[in-house]
């Protein structure tokens, strides 16, 4: 998205401008042309009058020349035809608009002309006003609207001043706009909401970056002392014990960085290899998977086949971790089930044990990054605390989630929901 980077006082005050100017520019047509039939009617109204008025003036036995002189005046013309052929005044040139005839009762025949130039004078005098008057209006609007604009637009540089200010690193300020229902309103918030997100996942990543060195700083200390140790000891027993510890604090340091490039990868977007997967069977495999590992360990699969469309070695891994921290929190002598259905759209798969449980303040703290419960425990089996957030991170890229729920006490449940796949996904 490419953003046009205009002026937008300058936009609005053009637009208001030319917006304003259209306006008085039709007001001036419309006026002129309202003045314009106006006038010809005012006109042909008194010519009619004055009609009038000379047949009064007739039976007042007012004749001749004097009857055109009382008519004519600035503007109306008389021509009187008396019934001997005698004509008192005469007509005027082409500058007439109207003229009315009619004849009188002493046999006489009047006829009033109105000039034209009267009217187009009046016109264009009203003209010349309302060009100034429009040009005067544009001219305070444009004037005004530079102040008013500016003021309109206040809070966007409040926003643009806030926004250089945390980038010079100027933490904690907000617009906190007083109220949200109009655009402005809204506008802040929004950036609000922007600046508290940006700046929790700064917090986020700073704090997982800080856990990460200090996690990998352990095994790769191990490894440091373990290589120095057998740098000067000479006993073979000796070096051979240094030599599993230093295979021991290796490989935990390896699984560490695997686990963090797995969640760049979910953070930068998975790439995932769907296919038609019945999770039964995948609760299956991984009993005997775990059956291999702990033969003494009760574990079993049990539930109806619901198959999705996803990555088959993905939510293997998903399953594997689960009933991994299971069996890590109900011990050797323990019981994990992995149970499996359809609840509407989605497969559900309910990972449980008898162990201790997951209190509920816990519930959904344990998904975050680096986060032990147990840390003792933990550490002895080599986890880093980013299982869980590698499991829901993969879960959540085929369209489900990864929820630890209330289960039977003691006991600890974890469900995961994906939706089901579509009758024509094909089978892997």
């Given amino acids: 998205m490419n953003l046009r980077t205009v002026s937008l006082r300058r936009r609005v005050t053009v637009s208001a401008i030319a917006v304003l100017g259209v306006v008085l520019v039709g007001l001036v047509l419309v006026v002129d042309a309202m003045f314009a039939s106006q006038s010809q009617r005012d006109v042909e109204t008194a010519l009619l009058d004055k009609s009038r008025n000379a047949q009064t003036l007739v039976r007042q036995r007012v004749r001749g020349a004097e009857l055109a002189n009382r008519l004519e005046n600035r503007g109306v013309q008389v021509r009187l035809a008396m019934p001997d052929g005698t004509v008192f005044g005469q007509a005027p040139g082409d500058d007439v608009t109207h003229k009315v005839t009619r004849g009188l009762s002493d046999g006489s025949t009047i006829t009033l002309y109105a000039e034209s130039s009267v009217i187009t004078v009046a016109q264009a005098r009203l003209r010349r006003l309302l060009v100034l008057v429009g040009f005067g209006a544009l001219a305070v609007t444009a004037v005004a609207l530079v102040w008013v604009v500016r003021r309109a637009l206040a809070p966007l540089d409040a926003m643009t001043t806030l926004a250089r200010s945390i980038a010079s690193g100027d933490r904690g300020h907000r617009l906190s706009p007083e109220r949200t229902d109009n655009e402005l309103g809204r506008t802040a ?18 704090r997982f970056v800080a856990d990460a060195a200090h996690e990998l700083r352990t095994p790769v200390a191990g490894v440091q002392a373990v290589a120095e140790a057998l740098m000067h000891t000479s006993s073979a027993e000796e070096r051979e014990r240094l030599n599993l510890l230093l295979v021991r604090e290796s490989r935990r340091a390896g699984r560490l960085v695997d686990d963090l490039l797995a969640l760049a990868r979910i953070d930068a977007g998975l790439e995932l290899y769907r296919e038609r997967v019945d999770l039964l069977a995948l609760a299956e495999a991984e009993v005997s998977r775990t059956r291999l590992l702990a033969p003494d360990f009760d574990i079993a699969a049990e539930g109806t086949s619901a198959h999705v469309s996803g990555d088959p070695q993905r939510l293997a891994q998903v399953l594997a971790n689960l009933a991994d921290n299971a069996r890590q929190a109900t011990g050797p002598s323990g019981q994990v089930r992995l149970h499996v259905s359809t609840v509407g759209s989605y497969a559900r798969l309910v990972v449980s044990d008898d ?72 089978a892997s």
């Fill in 355 to 426: 162990g201790p449980g997951v209190p509920p303040q816990d519930r959904d703290r344990i998904f975050d990054r680096l986060v032990r419960l147990d840390e003792a425990r933990d550490r002895r089996s080599g986890g880093s605390g980013l299982g869980l957030p590698i499991a829901r991170g993969v879960v959540r890229a085929h369209g489900g989630d990864l929820s630890c729920i209330a289960f039977a006490s003691p006991g600890a449940a974890f469900q995961v929901r994906i939706p089901l796949a579509d009758e024509g996904t094909p």
């Fill in 189 to 206: 918030a929004a950036f609000d909401d922007m600046l508290d997100s940006l700046e929790g996942s700064e917090e986020r990543t700073k």
